[in-house]
Every structure is written in structure tokens, then in C-alpha cells.
């Protein structure tokens, strides 16, 4: 499965036996940046 920004789906594939994963750097690094300076902005 290659993801770009529908990771909610891949629990869903996961269940039907999907094995393999290919996620974007870039919209992983993206989604993982947001959520960390989310978080340091709120403290």
C-alpha cells in the first residue's frame, strides 16, 4: 500500500492481511513535525 495522507485506511488493510507499507518522507516527516510543535507550543 502506498500511503500519502490516508493513513487511517492502513488499519483497515492491515486487518485484511496487508503486509507492506510505503509512506512519503515528506508527509511522514510533515505529520510527525506538526504533532511535535503542537505540543511543545501548548506547554
Do not use: C, P
Amino acid at each position: 500500500m502506498n500511503v500519502q495522507d490516508e493513513i487511517d485506511a492502513v488499519t483497515h488493510y492491515m486487518q485484511l492481511g496487508l503486509r507492506w507499507i510505503n509512506v512519503h518522507q515528506k508527509q511522514f516527516m510533515e505529520r510527525g513535525s506538526r504533532a511535535f510543535l503542537k505540543t511543545i507550543k501548548n506547554r
